[in-house]
């Protein structure tokens, strides 16, 4: 599954497009966003309302610095992904690819 998460937004310098630059866990716990692999999205992806509720809509694959998984006090770089559903209900972090 994952864990729901915050995320926040930095905009690419010349361009449109936003990217994720940290992500907060509900218990206070963060991570940092050091590279973007790979970006995807729904083939009908409009908006993530417009996705299947329960549907992948957008998802990214990270390269973070952050508590390692399972020994939170300590820090470590880690792959992860990021999506949300079509309900639009927040963003979600976990290990494995959501798609």
Same mark, same amino acid.
């Given at each position: 599954?994952?864990?729901?998460? !915050?995320?926040?937004?930095?905009?690419? &310098?010349?361009?449109?497009?936003?990217?994720?630059?940290? !992500?907060?866990?509900?218990?206070?716990?963060?991570?940092?966003?050091?590279?973007?692999?790979? +970006?995807? +999205? #729904?083939?009908? %992806? !409009?908006?993530? #309302?417009?996705?299947?509720?329960?549907?992948?809509?957008?998802? %990214?694959? &990270?390269?973070?610095?952050?508590?390692?998984?399972? +020994?939170?006090?300590?820090?470590?770089?880690?792959?992860?992904? &990021?999506?949300? %559903?079509?309900?639009?209900?927040?963003?979600?972090?976990? &290990?494995?690819?959501?798609?």
């Amino acid at each position: 599954m994952g864990r729901h998460v !915050i995320t926040r937004w930095a905009r690419t &310098l010349g361009s449109p497009d936003k990217r994720p630059e940290r !992500i907060e866990g509900h218990d206070g716990l963060e991570w940092f966003v050091e590279e973007v692999a790979e +970006r995807w +999205r #729904h083939p009908d %992806y !409009i908006e993530h #309302h417009k996705v299947p509720h329960g549907t992948v809509a957008e998802a %990214y694959r &990270l390269r973070v610095t952050g508590p390692a998984p399972g +020994r939170p006090a300590q820090r470590a770089e880690q792959w992860v992904w &990021l999506w949300q %559903y079509g309900t639009g209900a927040g963003w979600w972090m976990g &290990l494995d690819d959501p798609r």
